[in-house]
């Protein structure tokens, strides 16, 4: 059966399409192989869904400080601890006093560590917090809530802390620092 197998493929090697049996079928071209992608380390990985996290995290946070209403199921996809409760009183404050966000800050996130070892795991991240293109406005006129003389900088640092809760990584830590400029 082994002898039948080799014959039919060496004869059908041998054939070509032009009825030609005298002549060998032409040997494959021969391509260079795809080069092999480097896959992304853990920590590469990691870093992509921290800032995928956080970005996450100022998408719904600002939509809410700009409608007054909160989507806290979409806030639980990027947001844990104080950084969810920061967002979910920052929005009180602003509803209580008729307050919303027009524009939307500039964000420059890095990570800065990343431990995958920990139990949980955990990173650090650092921004820049850029204000100047988002204002905060009374809703009924629309008018700055800003006092025009604020020595407030527009541009202001941010710690971020972030945790793996199950297979996701979360900003569980949102402090800004509103007495340095970045």
Known sequence: ????AALLVGGAAGCSSTGDSAKPAPAPEKTASPKAIPSKSAEEKATEQILAAYAGMQ?????????????NARLQKYARDKAASGVVVTLAWYKERGLKVVGRPRI?????????????????LSDCLDSSPSDTVYKTTGKSAVNKG?????????TAKAVVVG???????????????C
């Open 1 to 4: 059966m082994a002898v039948v």
């Open 59 to 71: 998408t719904v946070q600002y939509e809410a400080y700009r409608t007054g209403k909160l989507d």
């Open 108 to 124: 420059t996130p890095e990570v800065t560590t990343v431990d995958l070892r920990g139990n949980p795991k955990t990173a650090v």
């Open 150 to 158: 604020s020595k407030e900088p527009d541009r202001r640092p941010v």
């Open 167 to 181: 297979e996701r990584w979360l900003i569980s830590e949102y402090t800004i620092d509103r007495t340095r400029t």
